[in-house]
Every structure is written in C-alpha cells, then in structure tokens.
C-alpha cells in the first residue's frame, strides 16, 4: 500500500499552499482558535471562502452533474488539511457533510435549491441533532414535528449548536414518529435560521467560542424542506456523523502543535540544564511523535476508503480516526502543559510565553475535540459492535 501523495497531488498541494501564502489575513486565519477555526462565521471568513470557490476547490468530490469536478477525495483533504493547519476556515460542514448528504439523499428540489449555494459558498448551515436529555444517544431526539396539510410544526428544544448564532439554515432532526421505535421515528428538516419561532441563547464555551441553545415556537416547514424520506433521518445522520467526524477533525493542527512544542524542547532550559537532554522528556516526545504517524495513516486510510461521494461513508474507520486522533490531540496539551511548566499558563498573544501560547488555548480548546462528533466512549461502542461484533451496551 502507498500512502505517499502522486507528483499531479503535490502539485495540488504546492498550489494551494501558494494560494494561501498570498492570502495571509490574521481576520481569516487563526490557528489558536483551534478546530473551531473551521466556522465561517465572519464576513471576511464568508469571502475567504468566496475565493476557494472561484478557484473551483469546493465540490472537488462532488459528480461533474451537480457542479463538482468528480476528482479524487485525496485532493479534498489536501485542501482541507491545509486549510486546518493555518487556521482558516474549512470546507467540512457545507461541501463535506451537508452537501455530500443532500447528493446521497436529496430531493431534486433541495440539490437544485442548496447545492449551487454550497458550491458559491452562499449558505451557512447549523447542524442540529443535540437535545438537553439527548447527546450520545441521539435516537432519543424528542423534537416534536407534528403533520399538517402543507408541512410540519416543529416545537421543543436544541442545544449545543454551533454556527447557529449566524448559519442561514437549519440542519435539524425531529421526532415526526412518536411511536417508532426512536431510530425510526426521526426524519431531517432545513430550516431557515431567521424563522420567526427560532430563538437562539448564546452558550460560551471554555475555549472562548459560542455554541447555542435553540428553541422553536410552532416553526412551521414546508413538506419540500424535509431531507430524503420521512423516518429515515437517523440514518442520514449517522451518515453525516461518520463524515463529520472525519472533515471536522483534522490531523494538521496537531502536527503542526506537536512541531511546535519539539522546537520548544530543543531550545529551552530547566534548572539551567538543557531540556532536551532529559530522558523523560526525549521519551515522550518520541512517544508523541509515533503517535502523530499513527494518526496521520489512520486519516489517509479513511481517504482511501471515501474517495467517492455516491457511496456510504465508512463508518468504523471514522470512529477509529476521530477517536485516536482527538485523543491524541488532549494528550498532546497534557504534554505542553507539563514540559513548558508553569509559563504554559500564560495565555495565547503574550510575548514571553512557551509556544506562542499555544499550551493553555490548546489545553482549554481540545476538551471539545473528545466530546463534539460523539465523545470517544461512542467511538469506542461503535467500533466494539460494528467492528468486533460486540453486544450492544445502549
Ligand atoms: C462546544 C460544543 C459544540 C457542539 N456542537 C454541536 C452541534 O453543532 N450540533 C449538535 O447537534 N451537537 C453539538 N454538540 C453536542 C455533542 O455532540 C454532545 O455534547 C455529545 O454528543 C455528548 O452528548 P452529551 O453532552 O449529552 O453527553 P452525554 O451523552 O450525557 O454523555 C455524558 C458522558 O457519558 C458518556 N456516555 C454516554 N453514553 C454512554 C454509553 N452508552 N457508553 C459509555 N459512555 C457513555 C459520554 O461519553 C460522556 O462522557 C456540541 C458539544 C459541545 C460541547
């Protein structure tokens, strides 16, 4: 098996390196917001992503049919890695999830009304499947869509969604079966955000980023507006899950901290004895560094095994990735904190600190990484029962 990239891919890769060289704008590209620097909730975010789309880097993926270029997955994450590594905004939610979604199971009225958007990066979505009695078992979703002639009348509670505060559309799933057993009464809705019977509070975060409690008064949806057919929502969820936990967990950033924090071991000094020759630290660091290779390979595995857009994503090899990778991620902060010693508390911007900073922001920020996508005890059933074949623990 060959995990090096082809020369045509390098080349890719060399162009959009260059691309993003020229674009340098610290409003657009942030790398201490960590894995939230993926929203697009600025408008110069929102023109950044303008530029890709002139470029024709949106829809890489996608068939040539519905606007994309019908290339290969491995130039997608070239982009997207890339993009991770700076801190700029991503193509995971709209392109890689929602879109990909809509082509698999989209009526020709939504593809044609949401796909030409996605692609012009004219749409923002807020993805809304987290309830306040339903996280890890999302099938236990109780927003209630009740039928009536024209539509639906969704009422109940969301919480954790991010992006909501300034998305275009709604990305929710409702209870339209109450008597189903709970993965089969779930269907998907696209909601217009500034439906009047949406409420949305403001919640902040330890990583200083908002997410959101949604409320929604009698939000009446057309029939049109529900995604693929009705009761069959949890499945496209967790289709959309096994993307998101691919596209929205990127490896670069990792690399990139881990770079950093060997080049703060190759330099600093403890008790006036160069750190790098401590054999504990000289450890852990390699153990770290093999770790990252880990990570990496697992994520070019699930390239390879996702490459075309038509077919159902692979869903224990996302698992695996977003479990090792994110786990990998918290124990990389563990590692910051503990080697740069009490200055990593110094926060991101100052002068004097370790890392640029980067220790403490990372070490609040990565928390997340384990929880949102499904916290790594889900990936953990997932793989024991899809995987091992495992008896069901839920
Ligand atoms: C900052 C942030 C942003 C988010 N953004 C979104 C978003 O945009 N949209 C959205 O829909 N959701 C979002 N989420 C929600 C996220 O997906 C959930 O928090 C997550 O799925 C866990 O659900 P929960 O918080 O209800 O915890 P719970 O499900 O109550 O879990 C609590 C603990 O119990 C463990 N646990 C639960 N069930 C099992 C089991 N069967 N076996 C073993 N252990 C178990 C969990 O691993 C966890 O450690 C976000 C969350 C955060 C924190």
Request: net charge negative; aromatic share 8%; charged share 25%.
């Amino acid at each position: 098996m060959d995990f090096e990239f082809s020369e045509e891919e390098l080349a890719f890769q060399a162009e959009v390196e260059a691309f993003l060289d020229a674009t340098q704008d610290p409003a657009v590209m942030d790398p201490a917001r960590e894995n939230m620097a993926q929203i697009v909730d600025t408008p110069e975010r929102r023109a950044f992503m303008a530029q890709l789309s002139e470029k024709g880097w949106l829809g890489i993926t996608w068939p040539t049919e519905l606007g994309g270029k019908a290339g290969s997955g491995v130039y997608e994450y070239l982009l997207n890695e890339a993009l991770a590594r700076r801190g700029a905004p991503q193509i995971g939610k709209g392109v890689g999830i929602i879109g990909k979604t809509l082509i698999r199971h989209g009526s020709d009225k939504l593809k044609s009304e949401f796909l030409p958007k996605i692609l012009a990066a004219e749409v923002e979505f807020a993805v809304g499947y987290s309830e306040p009695d339903a996280g890890s078992d999302a099938a236990a979703m109780k927003l209630k869509a009740e039928k009536v002639d024209d539509g639906w009348i969704l009422n109940g509670t969301k919480i954790w969604t991010t992006s909501a505060h300034f998305a275009d559309w709604y990305w929710v799933g409702a209870r339209t079966d109450p008597d189903a057993p709970k993965h089969h009464g779930i269907t998907l809705f696209l909601v217009p955000m500034d439906h009047p019977g949406l409420t949305v509070n403001a919640i902040w975060t330890m990583g200083d980023e908002r997410t959101n409690e949604v409320h929604f008064d009698n939000v009446h949806v057309p029939d049109d507006y529900v995604v693929g057919e009705l009761n069959h929502g949890f499945q496209y969820i967790s289709e959309a899950l096994d993307l998101e936990r691919f596209t929205m967990f990127t490896f670069s950033p990792i690399q990139a901290r881990l770079d950093l924090l060997t080049e703060y071991v190759k330099a600093a000094k403890r008790d006036g004895r160069p750190l790098k020759d401590d054999p504990v630290v000289r450890s852990r660091i390699a153990r770290l560094t093999a770790e990252a290779e880990v990570a990496r390979v697992l994520g070019l595995r699930f390239v390879a095994a996702a490459t075309h857009v038509e077919g159902k994503p692979p869903t224990t090899q996302a698992s695996q990735y977003k479990l090792y990778a994110t786990e990998l991620s918290k124990r990389l902060a563990d590692a910051s904190m503990d080697l740069a010693g009490p200055e990593s508390l110094l926060a991101v911007g100052t002068d004097t600190a370790p890392m640029r900073g980067r220790a403490e922001s990372t070490y609040r920020y990565t928390v997340l990484d384990t929880i949102g996508g499904g916290t790594s005890e889900v990936q953990k059933n997932i793989i024991a029962r899809r995987k091992l074949g495992l008896p069901k623990n839920f």
